[in-house]
């Protein structure tokens, strides 16, 4: 029994450490899965219960969770927060310092902040020269500039989006609370949230203002329960600054007030304010300083790029709805996205409208953006909160039901199982490890000889516009201009330094060695010529200026 005490403990230490590692150093392919490794974990703690009871409490497992158990519930949070913002920015900066954040979403987003933060307009040569509000109607990066007048660097971008995932965890423990009351399921919620696999998808990948929207809808809705209506109007118009599609979000809130709540002047308000602001962002401000002075965003649309077109085609054949929400595609993307959480939030048909507003656009607009339907993509960050709040509310349900149905067994036991439920729903769908993650990180900035090509750009001047390949771009953004390799080939000679790395060369039709001769040959000098590594640092000639 000593022997099979030990094995357990060090199970139980190996779990935790697939956060941080995935033993590829041991392992050829690593150790990718905690689900798998759960259930393995699961199985052999519950054979050792049935075997001898009363030494079962000496397993470490058991020990830490009576430990914890005696912590306040803010001792708690305290430790969770911290080990999330510890993990997720891992997490982020592993990504950012591999080059895997890509020249668009960060590069971009970094370039604009920075031009914003030094007296520019908010734009980014990146896509063209585009004011970014042609692309989303974000007025909230105001709020960031702040941040960058203090470090104007990228990864203040990495760190906003990880302490929004972080603050998060607050309001669902304070609505778990409210409504569930039982500590156990409380934690359970906020255990889950804390594995989610969409959160992964948020918040550690490249910035998205998007990430917001998950502790600003969060304390919306608790804000409302607890009838403290001016802290969720601020949070309401904090959600609209953060994109213009945020509307469909207030749209939700304002028909839960409407229906479930009988708040009619309220909840209307909230209506005629989401309808306002989506027909201003999409007809008036994002046409406007759009190089097309449309609003792209009608182009994913699935039956024409207006609203009368799609309108007349439903009505022609209403039966598109059904491909369009529930083909197979669609099923899964469902599966996934509901189950993290047990699939609890169907238990609370009157939240359904509060993740069916931003989940039916979104749905809608995957025929036209297939990663729209990408459970871990920053896309879920609309409706992730609302299916939280639904299943915390479905759970209460199921807690009442199963006291007043099932009168053979305890409301501990209750208690015991949903919490459990949650939990493995939760591992189930958690996907591949942290740990993973990060070895392979580290894994894409050896094979990249990522510190050596840092020290290369150092050559560069702070003040000097560059065209360089996509993965390079977030690590040169931090000036005013700056173009892709990838998508600037009638604007590649308005760029200073040319920055080519062979091993990150996305989609060019030349050989590299073609390249690096054909610029040489119109007269650019190389800063850095690194040849076994396929690494060049091109300036451009004064007679092309």
């Known amino acids: 029994m000593a022997i099979l005490n030990i094995l357990l403990d060090l199970q139980f230490l190996f779990l935790l450490s697939l956060f941080f590692t995935d033993y590829s150093f041991f392992f050829k392919k690593g150790v990718t899965s905690l689900s798998i490794q759960t259930v393995i974990f699961g199985f052999f703690l519950i054979l050792r219960w049935f075997l001898d009871r009363k030494s079962f409490y000496q397993l470490l497992v058991v020990k830490v969770y009576k430990k914890v158990c005696g912590f306040t519930d ?163 118009l904090l959600m609209l600054m953060c994109k213009e599609n945020a509307a469909f979000l207030l ?46 965003g009608l182009r994913w649309l699935p039956y024409g790029q207006t609203y009368s077109q799609n309108i007349g085609a439903i009505i022609k054949n209403p039966l598109l709805l059904v491909n369009l929400f529930f083909n197979p595609e669609k099923l899964i993307f469902y599966l996934y996205i509901f189950g993290s959480f047990g699939y609890l939030s169907f238990a609370s048909p009157s939240h359904f409208v509060l993740f069916l507003a931003p989940l039916l656009p979104q749905v809608i607009t995957s025929a036209g953006k297939v990663s729209m339907l990408d459970h871990a993509a920053h896309y879920q960050a609309h409706t992730l909160p609302f299916i939280i709040i639904s299943a915390i509310y479905g759970c209460g349900y199921a807690l009442g039901l199963m006291d007043r149905k099932l009168a053979t067994s305890t409301h501990r036991q209750h208690v015991l199982f949903l919490s459990l439920s949650i939990i493995i729903s939760a591992l189930l769908f958690y996907g591949k ?108 000639p004064a007679q092309l200026i």
């Open 433 to 540: 490890s942290d740990g993973h993650r990060l070895a392979k990180s580290l894994r894409s900035a050896k094979e990249r000889e990522v510190l050596t090509i840092l020290s290369y750009l150092k050559a560069i001047p702070a003040d000097a516009s560059v065209c360089a390949v996509n993965r390079l771009m977030p690590h040169l953004s931090d000036r005013k201009y700056l173009y892709m390799w990838e998508r600037s080939n009638e604007i590649r000679n308005n760029a200073q330094y040319v920055v080519l790395y062979e091993r990150l060369l996305e989609a060019d039709d030349m050989q590299f060695s073609s390249i690096i001769n054909k610029l040489q040959n119109k007269g650019y000098k190389a800063v850095v010529a690194d040849i076994d590594r396929g690494f060049f640092i091109l300036k451009r």
């Open 74 to 236: 803010n001792k708690i949070l305290f430790y969770i927060v911290i080990l999330f913002i510890l993990l997720f920015s891992l997490l982020g900066l592993s990504s950012h310092f591999s080059f895997n954040t890509s020249g668009i979403d960060m590069g971009g987003m970094d370039n604009a902040l920075w031009n914003l933060a030094h007296g520019n307009s908010f734009i980014s040569s990146v896509e063209g020269n585009i004011n970014y509000f042609g692309i989303h109607f974000w007025p909230i990066v105001y709020l960031i500039v702040p941040f960058y007048l203090v470090c104007p660097n990228g990864l203040v971008l990495i760190f906003l989006q990880v302490l929004a995932g972080a603050i998060a965890i607050f309001p669902i423990y304070f609505i778990a609370k409210d409504r569930l009351k039982e500590r156990m399921l409380i934690f359970a919620f906020v255990f889950s949230y804390f594995i989610c696999r969409a959160l992964r998808g948020i918040i550690s990948n490249d910035f998205h203002t998007d990430s917001f929207l998950i502790p600003l809808s969060l304390f919306a809705y608790y804000f409302l329960s607890q009838k403290k209506n001016f802290a969720a109007i601020i949070c309401f």
């Open 251 to 296: 749209a939700g809130f304002g028909l839960f007030l409407i229906i479930f709540y009988k708040r009619y002047i309220f909840g209307a308000g909230l209506i005629i304010v989401s309808i306002f602001w989506w027909v201003i962002a999409t007809n008036i401000i994002i046409p406007h300083f759009d190089n097309s002075h449309k609003f792209w």
